[in-house]
């Protein structure tokens, strides 16, 4: 290793975020983070969701410390000390020729590292965000030293920092491999199609207007697998018939049966958080009101044209079948939930914009000239202003990347502190 104190070795990636259709919910071990279930997920666009994180190590750092969206956060959990532990332990050689810079893979065991993460989204919304930001944390560390592991693998860390984060190693459509090891070696993430291979379809989130989530996910989990006779059955019966439906409708792109499977499992793993005791409410009065309206649309059209799934919260992911039938779900949404008159339109609809232009929607006047959908009968419709924070508009995306161009880097390359 070099003996200046000066240098400073660094590496930023950008990590999505994901959504389950198959829904992860319950430990069978809490330390290594082993769930009873497989499940299945999609990967959000990253250019509308994601994680920037950037790693930096130097002789000159004194311990390891993180910055959150530009806070000092402490490491001491046993999730980030878990990952550190893992990564560091397959650290290899690194040599920058260049700079005359050589570490050797003992030399990792006492350098300390630097992390600064960001996330482009509220970290509070509900909208996984510690899946995304594990696995950037997983991603940058593995280039930083260099790791042999392939994503798989990667993944098998990632997830003793956060479940879900495994299923953010990858782009496309995820399965989480819940594995039968007592060890954990083989519970992981592998990739089931890329996504290019189902790209008509499109994202709606809806950030539903809601104070901070009363139980979270991990305490929620834990008093499900203690109480929950619903759970069991689901983990041990259900989910791996719906793996193997799910599997055949995301490889044929058979839309129907996705949607069936999507809505039935969330709807499910709702029921386990109600046949918990005491009963669990993630979803509130709006997250209900978009429920029955996508049942009403998708029974008038005859078939499913939009699936919805909710996770630990109140904010609904609708995932239209085409653009087409996601300018429509836009154009309801907004007919049912305006903005209130101080919001604008810009800051309402974020993420892809063109759909709003597919849906012939320019300005507020437009959403206020907004026709009553066909299919709603009772005449005339209750609008709800205001219980919709913003919607966000994405589609399938890629996985982890390396963000090479030095000025995306969120830690200064002389100093390796925060920007
Ligand atoms: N929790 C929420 N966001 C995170 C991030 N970007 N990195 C680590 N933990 C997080």
């Known amino acids: 290793m070099a003996d200046s104190k000066k240098w400073v070795v660094m590496a930023t990636a950008q990590t999505p975020t994901n959504i389950a259709v198959i829904k992860y919910w319950g430990k069978r071990d809490e330390t290594l983070i082993l769930p009873v279930n497989d499940s299945i997920s999609v990967t959000l666009d990253p250019s509308h969701l994601c994680t920037t994180t950037t790693v930096a190590v130097s002789p000159g750092f004194e311990q390891d410390r993180m910055w959150l969206n530009g806070k000092e956060i402490s490491l001491s959990g046993g999730r980030f000390q878990s990952c550190l532990r893992e990564i560091r332990s397959r650290a290899c050689d690194v040599e920058d020729k260049e700079k005359g810079i050589k570490i050797e893979k003992k030399d990792w065991e006492k350098l300390h590292v630097h992390i600064a993460s960001y996330n482009n989204f509220p970290t509070a919304a509900g909208l996984a965000s510690s899946a995304a930001g594990l696995a950037c944390l997983v991603f940058s560390l593995a280039k930083l030293m260099n790791l042999k592991e392939n994503p798989s693998q990667l993944s098998a860390i990632a997830r003793q920092g956060s479940g879900s984060a495994c299923r953010s190693l990858f782009g496309g459509f995820v399965k989480w491999i819940m594995g039968k090891d007592e060890n954990g070696s083989d519970s992981l993430a592998v990739q089931l199609v890329e996504e290019e291979h189902w790209n008509e379809l499109v994202i709606i989130i809806a950030v539903v207007s809601a104070r901070q989530k009363e139980t979270s996910s991990t305490s929620g989990m834990r008093e499900s697998v203690e109480t929950s006779l619903l759970l069991q059955h689901r983990a041990k019966e259900i989910v791996p018939k719906r793996m193997v439906k799910m599997e055949e409708a995301i490889k044929n792109r058979d839309f129907s049966s996705f949607a069936q499977l999507t809505c039935a499992d969330s709807n499910q793993f709702h029921a386990v958080c109600l046949d918990t005791s005491p009963p669990i409410f993630y979803m509130n009065d709006t997250s209900h009101r978009i429920i029955s309206y996508v049942e009403k649309w998708n029974r008038s059209e005859g078939s499913p044209q939009v699936a919805y799934t909710f996770d630990a919260g109140p904010n609904a992911v609708l995932i239209a079948r085409n653009r087409q039938v996601a300018a429509q779900l836009l154009q309801r949404l907004l007919f049912f939930f305006p903005p209130n008159s101080d919001t604008d339109l810009n800051s309402y609809v974020l993420g892809d914009k063109s759909i709003l232009h597919d849906a012939g929607i320019g300005d507020l006047k437009d959403v206020e000239a907004l026709q009553c959908p066909p299919e709603i009968t009772n005449v005339p419709a209750q609008k709800y202003t205001g219980e ?32």
């Open 388 to 419: 919709i924070n913003n919607f966000i508009c994405t589609k399938p995306g890629r996985g982890p990347v390396l963000l090479s161009d030095e000025s995306k880097a969120l830690l200064n390359p002389e100093s390796g502190l925060p920007k």
